[in-house]
Nanobody
């Protein structure tokens, strides 16, 4: 399974972006999908995830209320809506897929990873 993230960019604080995670040649309907980010010099951290059973979602405390993960059932993708962005949200955002359909805010168990998309937040 090859994952591709898109939608990154540069915004000012308070701005919004919508990231998309696409699986080449297939759909993500039956995968648990996690979103992670990594800022320069920092470890990669979990941001959000959605499971493949009932679309249960989880969020890290730092993004809860500002980020929303969802599925686009027409496109077969998983989206991450980022609003009210802060400078500390900047980094490379990765999506990862779990063939067991689980949603977890840790890297353990995610079988497939994308290459990442850059998010920059600055005045």
């Amino acid at each position: 399974l090859q994952l591709v993230e898109s939608g990154g960019g540069s915004v000012q604080p308070g701005g919004s972006l919508r990231l998309s995670c696409t699986a080449s040649g297939t759909v993500l309907d039956y995968y648990g999908v996690g979103w992670f980010r990594q800022a320069p010099g920092k470890a990669r951290e979990a941001v959000s995830c959605i499971d493949g059973h009932e679309d249960m979602t989880l969020y890290s405390a730092s993004v809860k209320g500002r980020f929303t993960v969802s599925r686009d059932n027409v496109k077969g993708t998983v989206e991450l809506q980022l609003v009210n962005l802060k400078p500390e949200d900047a980094g490379v955002y990765y999506c990862a897929a779990d063939g067991s359909m689980r949603c977890r805010l840790s890297e353990t168990g995610y079988d497939f990873w994308g290459q990442g998309t850059q998010v920059t937040v600055s005045p």
